[in-house]
């Protein structure tokens, strides 16, 4: 039977003025927790509505989160102290990022923003290449992870500060060109899942892109954070919660 | 203790879910087994499946939400075809919520439903969500005794109707479904609300406006509840806003005689459950026999 847990915070920390992560002592969730899931945590009396946050890495029992101050519900998160208890729903998603364990080709890692984080447990998972989009310099959350984890991590900033200067579009098509990858996982903002995906395409090579939308009940009762999917002729909300957060790419109608 | 009569059939608890809030059942069998429950009320049933509307479809205000889902839903004859038979396997009764845009579609879905092995029919003439028909049939008193009565010749399961809170007055309403041939009264409905982002100077919901729910509502709901049970010689199902069973025993002695849990399930999935013991512990701290006997008792000023 599914359940909320009350979990301890072992840390919590700013990783950028607004980033932080949160490690929770939460051995149910850690131990069943596959790459791509997420938790949905309550976040205090006020805020009606839990959090839904991605999973960025587990061990031994612990969960690592990172996320952003978006709202005054990830604001009251980001003020948590070791000793302090979270209830939390979760592991949370079906849709999660496929490891293609027979593959010894590497997959390509494409984070963008606060959609890097749950790319670092396919990364500590499997063989992978990766790019990771920031605004600048500062915001360059988890890179020193990345760079443990991968031979091949390449940045993208908005302002040029490091890496490429734009997008990730330029390193991932250079990366597409030179090496055969297994598949291509993205999460980061829309616009740029759905560039990767165009990318991907043009390649052939399949696209896993994980979906953000807005969400309720986090376990699929309540149909509010859908994503529209295509099956065959016929179009679909599919649930962002339950039948993702991750989507095979061919199936996200784009709009 | 806790079983309710509600227009001939019996319910083990009054507690059941309200419809949109919980879909088919299905993600909170994963919680707890679904027998627990008083009823399920279902996801809102078209006759045609529903996409839905544009997400966002979600917005949280002080201790609330507004949504603007749009009853998305499969459409009745997949919900015929799947729900129902996973939905009998437990042991509660089943609450199918139907919904259409015109007089000809709730005629339809009625004979449809009233064929199927559902327990008792809500007729939803309250969606604040949708372009046509929903709450447009529930607020003109006229519309709604002709649409009832209708409905009413097309079967003979007990019918809910389920009133809109974005009325003037509710008790014109509710008198107007019991004149219709309603059995039983379901309310409320949620609130039509809105809510701006200040930076983009969009709404939050892309359909503008929605409806809401949660316990900012709750003594909205009291108050309706309260009113309609003075008005009309029907049960009531009270919900809107309920998250503790204390809100469930304040609902039950405004005048409802069963009630629904919503929105305090995307905070916690056992609310329901929690509710459930709570008003048993009451009872029985209250030395009441049956629930039943704390309907209605609020003693008014």
């Known amino acids: ?255 | 203790m806790l079983s309710v009569n509600l227009a001939g059939v019996t319910l083990k608890n009054p507690v059941m879910t309200a419809s949109g809030t919980y879909g088919f059942g299905r993600e909170y069998n994963e919680f707890y087994d679904l027998g627990e429950l008083g009823a399920i009320n279902v996801k809102g049933l078209t006759l045609q499946p529903r996409l839905g509307n544009v997400p966002p479809r979600i917005a949280e205000t002080p201790l609330g939400i507004l949504n603007s889902v749009g009853l998305q839903n499969p459409g009745v004859d997949k919900f015929i075809e799947e729900e129902i038979p996973f939905l009998r396997q437990f042991d509660t009764k089943i609450i199918a919520n139907i919904s259409g845009s015109t007089m000809e579609d709730y005629l339809a879905i009625t004979q449809k439903m009233d064929s199927a092995d559902v327990d008792l029919l809500e007729l939803n003439i309250s969606c604040p969500n949708v372009k046509a028909g929903g709450m447009a049939f529930g607020t003109c008193p006229a519309t709604v005794e002709s649409l009832v009565s209708a409905v009413r010749k097309e079967t003979k399961k007990p019918l809910i109707v389920k009133l809109s809170p974005n009325v003037t007055d509710i008790t014109e309403i509710a008198r107007a479904a019991e004149a219709g041939g309603a059995d039983i009264l379901s309310l409320i409905n949620t609130l039509l609300g809105m809510r701006i982002d200040i930076r983009t100077r969009r709404p939050i919901l892309h359909n503008n406006m929605g409806g809401m729910s949660g316990p900012a509502v709750f003594p909205i709901a009291v108050r309706m509840v309260y009113q309609v049970s003075r008005a009309v010689n029907l049960p009531i199902i009270g919900m809107g806003g309920i998250s503790t069973w204390r809100d469930a025993v304040e609902m039950m002695m405004a005048g409802a005689n069963a009630i629904a849990v919503g929105t305090a399930l995307f905070r916690d999935p056992m609310a329901p459950i929690q509710v459930r013991d709570g008003i048993e512990e009451f009872c029985r701290e209250q030395g009441v026999s049956n629930v039943s006997e704390i309907v209605g008792t609020v003693r008014p000023y």
Not at chain 1, 51 to 66: H, N, Q
Not at chain 1, 111 to 136: C, E, F, T
Not at chain 1, 162 to 178: C, F, I, K, N, W
């Open chain 1, 1 to 255: 039977m599914a359940e909320t847990n009350l979990c301890a915070v072992l840390s919590c920390r700013a990783l950028t003025k607004t980033h932080f992560e949160l490690c929770l002592d939460a051995p149910a969730i850690a131990n069943a927790a596959v790459p791509g899931q997420f938790v949905h945590i309550a976040c205090g009396h006020s805020h009606l509505l839990r959090r839904p946050i991605s999973i960025c890495e587990t061990k031994d029992g612990f969960l690592r989160l990172v996320f952003e101050i978006r709202g005054e519900g990830t604001e009251w998160l980001s003020r948590r102290k070791a000793g302090d208890v979270l209830d939390v729903l979760g592991p949370l998603g079906k849709g999660v990022f496929p490891l293609f364990p027979e593959d010894p080709r590497p997959v390509l890692l494409v984070g963008g923003g606060v959609g890097v984080p749950p790319l670092l447990s396919v990364a500590r998972a499997r063989p992978a290449h990766v790019v990771l989009g920031y605004r600048n310099e500062a915001a360059m959350i988890l890179y020193r992870d990345f760079l443990a984890s991968s031979d091949t991590v390449m940045i993208a900033t908005d302002d040029g500060s490091v890496g490429t200067h734009g997008t990730v579009a330029d390193p991932v098509s250079r990366l597409l060109e030179q090496n055969d990858y297994c598949a291509v996982l993205a999460c980061g903002p829309k616009p740029m899942l759905r560039a990767v995906a165009d990318l991907a395409k043009g390649k052939n090579i399949p696209c896993f892109v994980s979906m953000e939308e807005r969400m309720g009940c986090g376990v699929g009762a309540c149909l509010v954070c859908v994503c529209k999917t295509k099956h065959g002729d016929h179009e679909h909300n599919s649930r962002v919660c339950m039948d993702g957060p991750v989507f095979s790419a061919d199936q996200v109608v784009w709009e």
